[in-house]
């Protein structure tokens, strides 16, 4: 392959070298004497890299683009992009849930009505979730690119250093899987797994890896599919447990997932394609046993099954106080005592997040989407603490307030 910059004691002298095309026009490694000066650090971080030894800022931005007046010419890549050369790491992914994102947070009913800037730009959702966009080419009315548009890749291989060693790092991760209603970062970092890591990648970083990372448990020999049992949403469908049968059926109705009766709705389907409930037995438990199998490699089996099952048990507990909650907030509907929306019917709607017109609703969705996830994802990432206090006793408080709020609301209106 074409090879451009010489090497001088392994440091790269990238900005003196270019060649000249016959009328004397940029060609490729102009690219470099140019960018040298307006963008260094991309230079440099992309020479440094293992793919510098190869290739060059054509390989991936394309030719077209010569000059400060055509920049609206040049490719931004995309996972296709890398696919070329990446074939194994990009089926992998794309196959996962992570090239789902966009997909998912488009299912939620009112991601439509967020403002534009939080949905299409680099922030807010969209930060996190423009993912899974193959060739995307949607250009700005200025002709220029959005940016991230259809590059996951770069999520974990910053650009342009696109290191294998830095993706490997837990801290990785960090930006998006922390926070509110996803803290696997917080949890992770100080269960017991996380600070014997980074305890030993102080101290002994030869044996850092005694103790797992996000990378460990999933991506396992970097397969980049990511997938779980439970998922986001931690419900699952059939129930083996005919009790917690019960708190599920309340739970999908309130995802609008089962209209009051308990038929399937429209939305199921929207739910099956972005993947966002698990909806059969098999390959839940396929998921499953791909992370056991992880954790016997360090623990005995019945001490890592004992832990799944109590952290399953844990969900089990949650859903008897959110199913509650759930059913209390529906006979307020169900009453009249609070309005419903057009688009509603009959159960509050909790796939609207913080969308919500009362407060006994807001609560809800506080019990919903910080204080379950806090349960159930500390669970699984051994953080006693999270799962408790953060979780499970502020879903009792939740509790005690809907059902206050619902006395007050009634009482109010008699
Ligand atoms: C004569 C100087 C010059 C040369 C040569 C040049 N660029 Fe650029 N490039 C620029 C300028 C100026 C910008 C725009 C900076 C801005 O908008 O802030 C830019 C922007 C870019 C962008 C960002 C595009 C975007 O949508 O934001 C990429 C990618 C890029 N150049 C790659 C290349 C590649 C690849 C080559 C070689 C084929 C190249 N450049 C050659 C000056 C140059
Ligand atoms: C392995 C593929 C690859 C190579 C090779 C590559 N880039 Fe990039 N470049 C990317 C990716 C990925 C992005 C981010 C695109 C996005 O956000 O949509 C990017 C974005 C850019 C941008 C715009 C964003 C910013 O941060 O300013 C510039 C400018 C740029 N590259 C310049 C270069 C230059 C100069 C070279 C050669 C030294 C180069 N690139 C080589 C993959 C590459
Ligand atoms: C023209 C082919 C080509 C394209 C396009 C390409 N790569 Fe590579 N990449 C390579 C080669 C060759 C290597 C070095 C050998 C290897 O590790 O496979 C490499 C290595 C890597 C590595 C390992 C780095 C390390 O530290 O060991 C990562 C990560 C990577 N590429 C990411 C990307 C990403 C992300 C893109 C798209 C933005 C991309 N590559 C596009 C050819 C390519
Ligand atoms: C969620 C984080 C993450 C994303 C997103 C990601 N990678 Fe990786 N990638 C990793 C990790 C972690 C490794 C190291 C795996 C290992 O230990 O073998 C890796 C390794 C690689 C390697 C080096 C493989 C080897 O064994 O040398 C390549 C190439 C690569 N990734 C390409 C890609 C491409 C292409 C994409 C986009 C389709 C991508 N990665 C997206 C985390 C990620
Ligand atoms: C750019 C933000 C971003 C980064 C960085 C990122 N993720 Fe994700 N991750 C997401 C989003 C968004 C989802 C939800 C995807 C969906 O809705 O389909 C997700 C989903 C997941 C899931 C699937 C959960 C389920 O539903 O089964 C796992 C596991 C996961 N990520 C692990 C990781 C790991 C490990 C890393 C680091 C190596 C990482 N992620 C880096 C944004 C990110
Ligand atoms: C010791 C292994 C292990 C480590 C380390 C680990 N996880 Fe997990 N993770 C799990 C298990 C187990 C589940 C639940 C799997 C299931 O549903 O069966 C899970 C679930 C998840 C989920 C789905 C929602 C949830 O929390 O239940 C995401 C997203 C996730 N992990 C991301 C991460 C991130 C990011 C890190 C690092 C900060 C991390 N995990 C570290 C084992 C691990
Ligand atoms: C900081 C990054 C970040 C932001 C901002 C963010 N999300 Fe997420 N989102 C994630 C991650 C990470 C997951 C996966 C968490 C898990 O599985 O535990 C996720 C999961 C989801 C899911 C569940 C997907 C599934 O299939 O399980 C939906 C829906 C969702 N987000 C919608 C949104 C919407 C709508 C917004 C804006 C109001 C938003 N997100 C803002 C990172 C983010
Ligand atoms: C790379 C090895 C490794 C993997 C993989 C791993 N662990 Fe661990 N685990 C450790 C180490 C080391 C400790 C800390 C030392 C100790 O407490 O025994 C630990 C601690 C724990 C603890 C805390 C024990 C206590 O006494 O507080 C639990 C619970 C646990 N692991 C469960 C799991 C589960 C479940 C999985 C899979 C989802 C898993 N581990 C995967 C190495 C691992």
Known sequence: MKKRLFLIGGRCLAAGIFLLGQDGAAVPSKCEECHVAISPMQVKDFNRGVMSETMTCIDCHGESHTSAEDVANTRLPTIATCQECHEQQAAQYL?????????????????????????????????????????????????????????DCQNCHTRHAFSKAEAS????????????????????????????YLMNRA???????????????????????????????????????????????????????????????????????????????????????????VCTQCHTPFFVSENMKNADLM?????????????????????????????????????????????????????????RMKTFQGAFHMNYDYSTWYGYAKMKKDLVEIRELAEKMRAEKR
């Not at 789902?100 to 949905?119: C, D, E, I, K, W």
């Not at 696997?184 to 970092?189: A, G, K």
């Open 315 to 371: 969900i089990k507990e949650s859903d008897v106080l959110f199913a509650e909650a759930i059913e209390i907030v529906a006979g307020l509907y169900r009453d009249g005592l609070i309005k419903k929306r057009e688009d509603y019917h009959a159960y509050p709607d909790l796939l609207t997040f913080y969308e919500v017109d009362t407060k006994i609703e807001e609560v809800l969705y506080e019990m919903f989407m910080d204080h």
């Open 95 to 151: 196959s996962g849930k992570h090239a789902l994102g966009l997909a998912a947070m488009n299912a939620m009913p009112y991601t439509h009505m967020q403002p534009r800037s939080f949905v299409e730009g680099q922030k807010g959702c969209g930060g996190c979730h423009t993912l899974g966009l193959m060739n995307q080419e949607a250009r700005k009315s200025d002709g220029r690119r959005y940016y991230r548009y259809g590059m």
């Open 169 to 196: 790092e837990p801290e990785a991760c960090q930006t998006c899987h922390m926070g509110f209603d996803h803290a696997q970062w917080e949890m992770w970092s100080s269960s017991k797994h996380g600070v014997t």
């Open 203 to 293: 101290i002994d970083p030869e044996n850092k890896d005694r103790a797992p990372v996000c990378q460990t448990c999933h991506m396992p020999g970097g397969d980049h599919r990511v997938f779980t049992a439970w998922g986001f949403l931690a419900v699952r469908l059939p129930e083996p447990d005919k009790e917690w049968v019960r708190y599920r059926t309340t739970i999908l109705k309130g995802l609008g997932v089962l209209d009051p009766d308990g038929n399937p709705t429209a939305r199921l389907d929207v739910v099956k394609a972005a993947k966002v409930a698990r909806l059969d037995e098999e390959s839940f438990w396929a998921e499953r046993q791909r992370m056991v199998e």
